[in-house]
């Protein structure tokens, strides 16, 4: 089956400055989420990659797709407090047709201001 | 905008109670999911469903039950409810094929 592995599992930065947080898989990705959480709430949509090298942003956070399709980094710039929370990346489960996610462990982020 | 409202964000029951959560979507979204989230373990599928009437059995169905009537509503059911299943539940929806799934605001359920 397959399993995404995210790093770090934590990880405190100062505000200002820039983090990545990668996951990777042990199988080809044929679409890969991100999503964040706070707290005690659901999981907000952040972006979807499906090509190979395919990058996208929103405002101040950008994910990529590596050009062989197994690993995704997502990287904040100039961080702010309101980018804490966890950071889950998700994935089509092709053994179940893509009508699956499987998902990463998630990364905490805190920012210390 | 997506819209997936969850009935419940603290939910409070005891010890072999029925419990139903309630999950409704305003997309006319063909799938919906039912996960737990649980320190440590990440988020568990427990079932799904790709149409009215229609459900599979996800990673972690035991205990539970689902029933969709209706393509907007998606329920979950514990039959008995137990301690161990003390955690938060996420619904969520998606149309099709290479597309997000969308998540609701979730269901913190304690059982005592």
């Known amino acids: 089956s397959q399993e995404l592995e995210q790093s770090p599992q934590s990880l405190i930065v100062q505000e200002g400055k820039n983090l990545t947080i990668n996951c990777t898989s042990s199988?080809?990705?044929?679409?890969l989420y991100w999503y964040k959480q706070k707290y005690g709430e659901g999981l907000i949509f952040l972006m979807m990659?499906?090509?190979?090298?395919e990058e996208k942003s929103h405002e101040k956070i950008t994910a990529k797709l590596d050009e062989k399709k197994q690993q995704s980094s997502l990287h904040i710039t100039a961080s702010q407090p309101s980018h804490a929370g966890i950071y889950l990346c998700?994935?089509?489960?092709?053994?179940?047709?893509?009508?699956?996610?499987?998902f990463g462990a998630g990364t905490i982020l805190r920012v210390k201001s | 905008d997506v819209k997936v409202t969850q009935s419940s964000r603290y939910l409070v029951k005891r010890t072999g109670e029925k419990v139903f959560l309630e999950c409704v979507q305003d997309?006319?979204?063909?799938?919906m999911f039912w996960y737990r989230q649980d320190p440590g373990l990440g988020l568990r599928l427990i079932y799904f469903?790709?149409?009215?009437?229609?459900?599979e059995k996800g990673d972690i169905p035991e205990g539970y039950s689902v029933s969709r009537e209706k393509k907007e509503r998606f329920s979950l059911i514990l039959e008995s409810a137990s301690t161990n299943q003390t955690s938060m539940y996420l619904c969520?929806?998606?149309?099709?094929?290479?597309?997000?799934?969308?998540f609701g605001d979730g269901t913190r359920l304690s059982i005592l």
């Open positions: 199988k080809t990705l044929y679409g």
């Open positions: 990659l499906q090509k190979g090298g």
């Open positions: 969520a929806t998606k149309t099709g094929l290479n597309q997000p799934q969308h």
């Open positions: 998700g994935a089509d489960d092709i053994m179940e047709y893509g009508n699956k996610l499987v």
């Open positions: 469903s790709y149409d009215v009437k229609m459900k």
């Open positions: 997309m006319d979204h063909e799938n």
